[in-house]
């Protein structure tokens, strides 16, 4: 199962609120997961079963979708959103990650 | 709170083997968890490599199923990796993360919760 991110990159500025979608190439039904990623550290867990938010994530972080379509959404960017975020499918092996995004900072 | 540590050589020869260790500290390598590596080459995304469960059943990236082998180590607490006939493009950093089973309602859903800080591998001679 592949999956198509988009957009690749992005430059918004602190306050705004940004989507990233994730697309998968056949219908996964809820099984995704978004991460966050700064440089050099480790990715962040963020959500899982497509909008499950882990404890401790801020609230403005959201995730929809299933089956073959799904958006992460950051209201209100703040500056430590400024980061490379991924999904993730785990409906089948392999559980490929999708080609990153990255926020920049406009 | 699970903690998880890799540990391996920095730097591996071509055509030779990579081997690296995850010790699992703060909660047993047994339980609701499948124990899984992640690769990161430089400058580029991430690359779901495999996953092994405590009774050392294992599923693998099929790109690098023909040189990869995972184990665990129950008595140690440890899971590991092996990679054969490593050539350049194996350069990366390599993360081991806990994969655990949540339960919202009355189904199951997966994620990546706990992640190792990295290891970063060259192969070059």
């Known amino acids: 199962i592949q999956l198509t991110q988009s957009p690749s990159s992005l430059s918004a500025s602190v306050g705004d609120t940004v989507t990233i979608t994730c697309r998968a190439s056949q219908d996964i039904s809820y099984y995704l997961a978004w991460f966050q990623q700064k440089p050099g550290k480790a990715p962040n867990l963020l959500i899982y079963g497509a909008s499950t938010l882990l404890s401790g994530v801020p609230s403005r972080f959201s995730g929809r979708g299933s089956g073959t379509d799904f958006t992460l959404t950051i209201s209100s960017l703040q500056a430590e959103d400024f980061a490379t975020y991924y999904c993730?499918?785990?409906?089948?092996?392999?559980?490929?990650f999708g080609q990153g995004t990255k926020v920049e900072i406009k | 709170q699970v903690l998880l540590q890799e540990s391996g050589p920095g730097l591996v020869k071509p055509s030779g083997t990579l081997s690296l260790i995850c010790r699992v500290s703060?909660?047993?390598?047994?339980?609701?968890?499948?124990w899984t590596w992640v690769r990161q080459s430089p400058g580029q995304g991430l690359q779901w490599v495999g996953e092994?469960?405590?009774?050392?059943?294992?599923h693998y990236s099929p790109s690098l199923k023909s040189r990869l082998t995972m184990s665990v180590d129950t008595s140690k607490n440890e899971f590991s990796l092996t990679l054969t006939s490593v050539t350049v493009a194996d350069t990366a950093v390599y993360f081991c993360?806990?994969?655990?089973?949540?339960?919202?309602?009355?189904?199951?859903?997966?994620?990546?919760?706990?992640w190792g800080q990295g290891t970063s591998v060259t192969v070059s001679s």
């Open positions: 993730q499918q785990l409906h089948t092996y392999p559980y490929n």
């Open positions: 993360a806990s994969l655990t089973r949540f339960l919202e309602g009355s189904f199951y859903y997966y994620g990546l919760d706990v």
């Open positions: 092994i469960d405590d009774d050392g059943i294992a």
């Open positions: 703060g909660g047993s390598i047994r339980g609701n968890s499948w």
